[in-house]
């Protein structure tokens, strides 16, 4: 497991909210319809192509629920996350070994569904810009491939030059991953001119 200091990034102000625990945050929300937090995390490449692509993870082929599948990064707030933030990062560097260094926006409708067990859950999705030149190392355990694909290759559920049929766990996710992509083309003028800002972590909106 990470050890949540170890976890060093900024935010965009409009994510203050989630800048505090998932117990304070659930304090805050008294009548909310769940009582648990999770959290997926759209990992963003800004630089190494003339469009932004955003990494996608397959689900490992014994996986229980969902093998062979496709999502980003993500999964459950934990007690000892110094924030809903921190878990999101915890779980982009669990499940890619990448390391957050910026957290852009809340991206797409918050997803509420319910465990066998009955826990309500709600899962808020983020944009989030790795550190650069670190490699992606999946769990075999979860995930057994990832891509970064553009836009247009969500669009389509399909990477033709690699072979990738883009199944989504659900449809919602594939939904959120072009809700993303909407919010980069509708900010794409500032996050040219930050570019470099943004891969240092240092970009504020």
Request: aromatic share 8%.
């Amino acid at each position: 497991m990470t050890h949540n200091s170890q976890l060093l990034f900024r935010h965009s102000d409009t994510l203050a909210e989630f800048a505090v625990s998932k117990k304070a945050y659930l304090a805050a929300h008294p009548h909310a319809p769940f009582g648990y937090v999770a959290t997926s995390t759209l990992a963003v490449d800004l630089v190494s192509g003339s469009e932004p692509l955003i990494l996608l993870l397959q689900r490992a082929a014994g996986d229980d629920d969902d093998p062979n599948l496709w999502e980003p990064a993500g999964g459950a707030c934990e007690d000892d996350d110094p924030s809903i933030l921190h878990g999101a990062a915890r779980e982009l560097r669990e499940e890619t070994g990448l390391e957050a260094t910026f957290f852009m926006a809340q991206v797409g409708e918050p997803h509420l569904y319910t465990l066998d067990d009955g826990k309500k859950v709600c899962q808020f999705n983020f944009l989030a810009v790795p550190e650069r030149d670190r490699p992606v190392t999946l769990d075999p355990k979860e995930h057994q491939r990832y891509v970064w694909a553009t836009r247009e290759q969500v669009e389509a559920r399909k990477v033709e030059e690699q072979g990738i049929d883009l199944e989504f766990t659900r449809e919602e996710v594939w939904c959120t991953v072009l809700a993303g992509f909407g919010w980069l083309s509708e900010n794409a003028a500032p996050l040219e001119m930050e570019k470099g800002k943004l891969t240092t972590g240092n970009y504020m909106m």
